[in-house]
């Protein structure tokens, strides 16, 4: 990341206004322009920041020659152009819009209003003010399923979650500790500040159409954003599909071996496969949930009660005496097996589904004890004010 020679910088702005900007040659002076005549007009001590994220057609240029702080970004993508320029903004109130004209520049103020009543991070809703040619069809639907799904797997309770102009604290950003690089960096910032309890506001606005050439792909951004979303709720992704394969799993292996009728007896041995492949499966989705739940509290000091209370009650040792447990309790079951096939002078297993099985409890036992030490290998992380 590189600084260019741009506007004069001041010596502690009270808002910074920061854009990203990939060849929009047609509207970043414009952008620039406006963003100092509304902090002018308010009174504001501020800057405007443009992040030149590989432009081809001058932009850069255009920005500094408008008054712009430009900061050379070379690494594509709408995140990478955020996370450097708030890595330069020195606003105490940090200003984030796009550069294609789709957002009303002199909305700022009600943005600025927000931050100084107390919220932390403020986010603009385009939903009910769209004018027309403003929002392709696709975008319509998908947007507003794609925030539902956040807001319930991350019980937020914003509309309006990929809008483009929204405002934070420049403090709470080592709270946010954001991350990624693309347009899902929308999508994060509210499941982050949601994670650390911030006081996340909306601002109605309006959306205009945009000048020039759009560089969003619908399909390709909506599942960036989804996996996002998915990424930062592991007991969504993991822990919860684990529980039900486990538990269904075993239900189908209690129920062969209790020869109930519910298979026919030629299918016995084909419903353990199944119930035993489940069961492996749910066991193994499950260690993934808890290293993945261990690493967002070590890696990404996320706040999570209840693996905070488990690792409080639980060590290394606790899992190493399960998995023992379960592997002595396999390896007796295989015992069992061999046993009786020696004593039938080793010709044909009779003993399938018992061997089936066993052989099952020994993989679980191996999965307990590798994943009890991969979350203790995580752990290390811990910091050292930690207990």
Aim: charged content about 20%.
């Amino acid at each position: 990341m590189e600084i260019l020679p741009g506007g004069e910088r001041a010596t502690s702005p009270r808002v910074s206004v920061v854009i990203p900007c990939l060849n929009e040659a047609e509207t970043i002076g414009e952008c620039v322009t406006l963003s100092r005549g509304v902090l002018d007009e308010a009174g504001y001590d501020g800057e405007v920041i443009v992040v030149d994220n590989g432009s081809t057609d001058g932009s850069g240029e255009l920005a500094h020659a408008a008054g712009a702080l430009v900061v050379d970004e070379p690494r594509r993508g709408y995140g990478s152009a955020y996370l450097a320029g708030l890595a330069v903004a020195q606003g105490d109130y940090i200003i984030m819009v796009d550069a294609d004209l789709t957002y009303d520049f002199t909305e700022i103020p009600r943005f600025v209003d927000e931050l100084e009543h107390g919220a932390q991070v403020v986010i603009g809703n385009r939903m009910q003010n769209i004018k027309p040619g403003a929002m392709p069809l696709l975008s319509r639907i998908g947007n507003p399923l794609l925030s539902g799904f956040l807001n319930v797997l991350h019980r937020t309770n914003v509309r309006d979650v990929h809008c483009g102009m929204r405002a934070l604290r420049r403090d709470v950003l080592p709270l946010l500790n954001l991350r990624t690089v693309g347009m899902e960096f929308a999508s994060e910032m509210v499941i982050r500040a949601t994670r650390e309890r911030l006081d996340v506001r909306e601002v109605p606005i309006e959306l205009h159409p945009r000048v020039g050439e759009s560089k969003l792909s619908p399909f390709r951004d909506g599942w960036r954003h989804l996996r996002v979303i998915l990424v930062y709720n592991p007991t969504f992704l993991f822990l919860l599909p684990g529980a039900v394969m486990l538990a269904v799993g075993s239900l189908i292996t209690l129920l062969v071996f209790a020869e109930v009728p519910v298979f026919g007896r030629n299918l016995y041995v084909h419903s353990l496969i199944l119930g035993c492949l489940l069961i492996l499966l749910g066991v193994q989705a499950i260690g993934l949930g808890l290293s993945a739940r261990a690493f967002g509290v070590y890696f990404i000091s996320e706040q999570d009660a209840l693996f905070q209370k488990l690792r409080a009650r639980m060590r290394l040792e606790h899992g190493l005496a399960l998995a023992l447990g379960v592997l002595v309790a396999g390896i007796v079951l295989m015992s069992i097996v061999i046993a009786r096939w020696a004593s039938h002078g080793f010709g044909s297993l009779g003993e399938v589904r018992l061997a089936i099985f066993a052989a099952t409890v020994i993989s679980v036992g191996a999965q307990i004890f590798f994943t009890s030490f991969l979350l203790s290998i995580i752990g290390l992380r811990r910091r050292r004010d930690e207990p």
